[in-house]
């Protein structure tokens, strides 16, 4: 199952199923219907496990140097962290209402930064502002997410090869 954001197409060849869940069009099948929640990008159900996957393009070729300004000034303050983070509560919250949480869930985005140095200090930052922020909770019975990680196209491709990510336009 082919899925794109913009430029970007990843291929979930394994997937039981992958929708795109930051559906904006009404009409689409999966059109979550709150605007006012974030979201992820993609959630893709595997046999074991729910993927929860962000995409984020500063790479592209096309980006605009304000955009790029922003992403970067984002990214060095900690707002960035924090709308990642929003985006997994947010998703993990309407697909618990949904009931469509039975299996273990992991977040991983795909960022197209060249820089891979910048990759696991982002993946650490995002953890942390996720629930239990990094705090033993005993009465929990299940983790919300089983693991937190950032890759850019390279590092995604090596991590998953079954999962190919590529550039739509060459």
């Keep these: 199952m082919k899925l794109r954001e913009r430029d970007l197409e990843i291929d ?8 795109v869940f930051d559906q904006m069009k009404a009409k689409k099948p ?11 990008d993609f959630v893709v159900e595997l046999e074991e496990a729910i993927l929860f996957v962000e995409v984020k393009d500063p790479g592209n070729p096309k980006a605009k140097a304000e955009g ?15 709308t ?3 985006k997994f509560i ?20 795909l960022v197209t930064l060249e820089d891979n140095e910048l990759l696991p200090n982002f993946s650490d930052e995002i953890a942390k502002k996720l629930p ?11 983790q919300l997410v089983e693991n937190c990680q950032v890759f850019n ?11 190919p990510a590529a550039r739509v336009s060459k």
């Excluded at 979930?12 to 929708?19: G, Q, Y």
């Excluded at 390279?154 to 090869?161: D, M």
Aim: aromatic residues 16%; hydrophobic residues 40%.
């Design 68 to 82: 790029l300004a922003k992403f970067h000034g984002e990214l060095q303050d900690g707002t960035l962290s924090d």
């Design 12 to 19: 979930f060849t394994d997937a039981v199923d992958a929708i």
């Design 30 to 40: 999966n059109y979550h219907g709150i605007d006012e929640m974030h979201r992820v």
């Design 90 to 109: 947010d998703t993990f919250l309407y697909r618990w209402a949904e009931d469509c949480l039975q299996k273990p869930v992991h977040y991983i985005s």
């Design 132 to 142: 239990p922020m990094g705090k033993s909770v005993p009465r929990w019975k299940r």
């Design 153 to 163: 196209i390279e590092l995604w491709n090596a991590s998953f090869p079954k999962w």
């Design 84 to 86: 990642f983070a929003a």
